[in-house]
């Protein structure tokens, strides 16, 4: 399916930008991307973008786990069976979050001491927690396969900007958190301390303080660039504000 028929079919539901729908779904194309694993989807918006791409390649599945106890409306079930791309997406319905998938996934991927890799692209977009995204960044990279991709969206988000109507946020207690913690952008601490610093990942990209892009290149050599993205007639312009590169002796 073309960007632009599931563009309008579903691009209306939160919560992912036309840019950046459009990108993981050129992604996906250009790299054959065909075993990706997303968590946390909340309404699908972008798991029926990835699933186009896959269908425009023909063949692939996005397997998308979220929470059992959730109220997104449309449901991203509704929406993928509303674009009709049911066959490209598996939505895992979990009691207690994507962690726990995870655990079962390694679990039946290990053999021998030793875990199968499954996964070209993971996106990380759940809680934001440095507790739960850190850990899931590590047990995440024992599934993902050499020069697969991890994406982490809400790069710069905060607690702290959460309307404090509601004490929680994906359930995650406000009351039980510290300044600090409410005030950090939790998920930029774990691509700066965890992801950028891991032997695993070389090319890592922070895309308009919206995303954190990590490739698993399994190489010494580090590439680390800022872009800053603005969109004129849904063409991205790019200007690369920072460059970090360090190779090992």
Request: proline content about 2%; glycine content about 6%.
């Amino acid at each position: 399916m073309k960007f632009d028929e599931i563009y309008s079919l579903v691009g209306h539901v939160p919560y992912i930008t036309k840019d950046h729908g459009k990108y993981l779904y050129t992604m996906i194309l250009e790299q054959k991307l065909t075993d990706i694993l997303e968590l946390g989807i909340a309404h699908g918006t972008a798991t029926c973008f990835m699933a186009a791409a896959l269908q425009e390649l023909g063949r692939g599945c996005v397997t998308a786990v979220d929470l059992i106890d959730v109220n997104f409306q449309p449901t991203a079930e509704a929406q993928l069976k509303k674009a009709g791309l049911e066959a490209y997406a598996k939505v895992v319905r979990m009691k207690s979050g994507y962690t726990w998938f995870l655990h079962d996934e390694i679990a039946r991927r290990t053999k021998d001491d030793k875990c199968e890799e499954a996964y070209d692209l993971c996106i990380i977009d759940g809680p934001k927690n440095w507790t739960i995204d850190g850990a899931a960044f590590f047990m995440a990279d024992k599934l993902l396969r050499k020069n697969g991709w991890m994406i982490f969206d809400d790069y710069d988000w905060t607690y702290a900007s959460v309307s404090r109507d509601g004490d929680s946020t994906d359930g995650i207690s406000h009351r039980t958190m510290s300044e600090s913690e409410m005030k950090t952008p939790q998920v930029r601490e774990v691509f700066q301390l965890l992801v950028k610093q891991h032997p695993n990942y070389g090319t890592l990209r922070v895309m308009n303080e919206s995303w954190g892009m990590a490739q698993k290149t399994l190489t010494p050599d580090k590439n680390y660039t800022v872009a800053f993205e603005r969109t004129t007639k849904d063409l991205f312009a790019k200007v690369v504000t920072g460059i970090y590169r360090r190779i090992r002796s």
